[in-house]
């Protein structure tokens, strides 16, 4: 596994908000947004690492997004890049 040291890892912000997730089987929802950076956030709502989403964050944009971890209720996405 080649995880960024604290040093490296982009600096997250703590948020307050909600955003919509869709799933790719279509399903959508709201969940509770815990921070957010440069390349992911957390969020709260039952996912699985590995899940396929994009997630919709308000006065921010639409970003297909990865599953990286999820214990308990708390799940952490990393945003995809293109191009």
């Known amino acids: 596994m080649n995880a960024l040291s604290p040093c490296l890892r982009p600096h997250r912000h703590d948020v307050s908000t909600e955003a919509e997730v869709i799933r790719a089987c279509g399903n959508s929802g709201t969940v509770p947004v815990a921070d957010l950076s440069i390349d992911g956030c957390s969020v709260c709502g039952w996912f699985s690492a590995g899940d396929r989403l994009t997630i919709a964050l308000p006065r921010i944009g639409k970003f297909e997004a990865g ?9 952490g996405l990393r945003f995809e890049r293109s191009g």
Do not use: F, Y
């Open 67 to 75: 599953v990286r971890w999820a214990p308990r209720g708390r799940s």
